[in-house]
């Protein structure tokens, strides 16, 4: 009866810890979609260099295991980021980051479009029940103070209405900078876009956070 009832132990201990190990080995990576323009889809730089290549290493460094995904598109303006949403988001998107508007600004499009495009990118996303995070943009100084305000207020708005993650500034440290910026003074260099994730990471947690809980 003992060698029997230690076989029915170890049987049980056994097969505990397989579950386990099959459960762990089916269990995908966090899948998170950036969807956004030049910046994140890494123009100038070779591909290890992007934002969210950098960004999936930063992570990884950390212990969470995610894939980052990038679905930037460069020269896109929010327009074309919402037409082309369900492309970027693909299958089993777990979180997505919107890295959208720079473009528009530089067009000196008008506020109310880019935040009528942005709306619809995270109701979209919302509707699915995808967690998001913003990322802001600013409009450059030329373009006159009511402009960059106005356009200041698009992200501002959306955060509060969509109730984000929100990353208020995505060149926050980088901007203005001629050390972390390509000749064209727009686009990031390597550098500058470590610092980009240095900075963005603690949202980017409380993003992964939210993707996790919605996941159980």
Known sequence: MAVRSRIARFALVLA??????????GAAPLKIVVIGDSLTAGYGLAKNESFPVRLELALRAEGKDVAVINAGVSGDTSAGGLARLDWALGEGADAAIVELGANDALRGLAPANTYRNLDGILARVGAKGIPAL???????PNLGEEYVNAFAAVYTRLAEAHAVVFYPFFLEGVAARPELNQPDGIHPTAPGVDVIVKNILPDVRELIRRAEARRG
């Open 134 to 140: 913003l990322a802001g943009m600013q409009a450059p």
């Open 16 to 25: 505990v810890v397989l579950f386990g190990f099959a459960a762990g080995a």
